[in-house]
């Protein structure tokens, strides 16, 4: 029994170190370039039945720094034990890109070359199905999405090469037979083309965009110009109000028909973008026809009701169209258009709070009677305001428009 004993913990000692080594992937990172399975076996020629998804995908500029999806599963309920995966633009390249665990139960980072999280491997030596992990782009050009796949000790497949190819040069019909030979080099791999990939061109839908932003800008500039109108100037000019009102629901008008035709010609229409838009110009309608039923003073009673109505109207109204805008905004990759959008709405805030200030002001003067001369004196300071407050709209409208016509998409809506 003592000699048995003896080759007991000898072998137990080597199961140790086995068991060690592939009962997870955090050992592996020695592996990383060659993604190798050494389990003492010949790794299966058949087509694996494990897919990567995506398997390659070309990122542009903008998605430089995003997460993107990536999942490893099994086809008709296959399983697998052990995996490695990677991405990297060939096949000799060292591994690129960051990922990130969804699910640390099943999935673990490896460190390569020193960094952290540039491949994935498995957490346990469990059967599983699928596992799902993030990856972010550190460049723009082509990735490749690569795994090593263990399905049990002895039944494994190595990585998919990596295969970039390049469109035929045209040859003329001189060089059409002629035989071009070359001598084989016995190497551990076989020599690549490596091509440039052109980035991917903007969204067709861009235009439809821009179009609809720029509309819905300019239908803000009107209603805020009538509004301007209404609180500053006194006797209210009906008829500058209601030709505003009337620009503001044909621009409103005008984006929503050209949403629907990009919902018929443009893949991924935004529900939010759309349903903003639209209520956008349903509150616009209730704002004209609200300012066309204006009461005069005289009327003390409908009119106090009419202000109410006016009050809630407009303040739905350039609530949902700044929404609509700021949806549309978040779409390009300039952030500083968001940042423009957001001081255009403040300084509409405080130019309404400076409105109501000066009002009641006016109010404890009238009732000091402080009349005469003062009043004509706050007349002008109110012309004053009314042209400083409807040049800065002017100014921060095509501002936003410029804007949004030279930067790039992020994603279409």
């Known amino acids: 029994m003592y000699p048995a004993g003896i080759f007991f913990h000898l072998f137990g000692f080597v199961m140790v170190k086995f068991i060690t080594c592939y009962s997870d992937g955090t050992l592996l990172d020695t592996e990383c370039q060659g993604m190798n399975v050494n389990h003492g076996a010949a790794a299966q020629t058949t087509e694996s039945p494990f897919t990567v998804t995506p398997e390659q995908r070309t990122f542009i500029d903008s998605e430089v720094g995003h997460d993107f999806d990536v999942t490893l ?14 991405a990297r633009k060939c096949e000799t390249c060292p591994p690129a890109g960051t990922f990130g665990l969804t699910d640390p139960s099943k999935t673990v980072l490896l460190t390569c070359d020193g960094q952290n999280g540039r491949a994935v491997s498995h957490a346990d030596n469990l059967d599983k199905n699928n596992i ?18 263990t399905k049990t000790y002895d039944v494994f497949w190595l990585r998919k090469s990596i295969i970039l190819t390049t469109a035929a040069p045209r040859t003329t019909p001189a060089a ?4 071009i030979k ?7 791999t076989t020599t690549k083309v ?9 969204p067709t839908c861009l235009k439809y965009v821009i179009c609809v932003l720029a509309l819905l800008l300019l239908s803000r500039l009107c209603f805020l110009g009538g509004s301007s109108f209404l609180v500053i100037i006194r006797p209210v000019f009906k008829l500058v109000i209601i030709t505003g009102s009337f620009f503001e629901l044909a621009f409103k008008f005008i984006a929503v028909v050209l949403v629907v035709i990009r919902a018929k010609t443009c893949d991924g229409l ?19 026809i609200t300012i066309s039923i204006y009461r005069e003073p005289s009327q003390t009673k409908l009119r106090k009701c009419w202000l109410c109505a006016v009050m809630v109207v407009d303040l739905l109204n350039t609530s949902i169209t700044s929404a609509a805008i700021f949806v549309g905004l978040w779409c390009f990759q300039g952030r500083w258009l968001t940042i423009l959008m957001g001081v255009y709405v403040i300084w509409e805030i405080l130019f309404y709070l400076t409105s109501f200030s000066c009002d009641q002001l006016e109010k404890c003067q009238i009732k000091r009677n402080l009349r005469g ?22 100014f921060f ?4 428009i410029i804007g949004v016509c030279l930067t790039r998409m992020v994603k279409c809506l």
């Open 73 to 86: 599963s099994g086809t008709a309920g296959n399983t697998f034990m052990g995996f490695m995966l990677e």
């Open 397 to 400: 409208t095509i501002a936003l």
């Open 194 to 202: 490596i091509t440039t990939v052109t980035p991917t061109p903007p």
């Open 270 to 288: 935004e529900i939010t973008f759309t349903a903003l838009t639209v209520t956008a110009m349903v509150l616009s309608l209730l704002h004209t």
């Open 132 to 149: 799902a992990v993030k990856w972010r782009c550190p460049e723009a050009g082509t990735f490749f999405f690569r795994a090593a796949i």
């Open 182 to 188: 070359s001598t084989a080099i016995p190497t551990a």
């Open 176 to 179: 059409k037979n002629i035989t």
């Open 373 to 394: 001369l003062q009043n004509q004196g706050r007349k002008i300071c109110r012309w004053i305001i009314f042209f400083v407050y409807s040049l800065l709209n002017i």
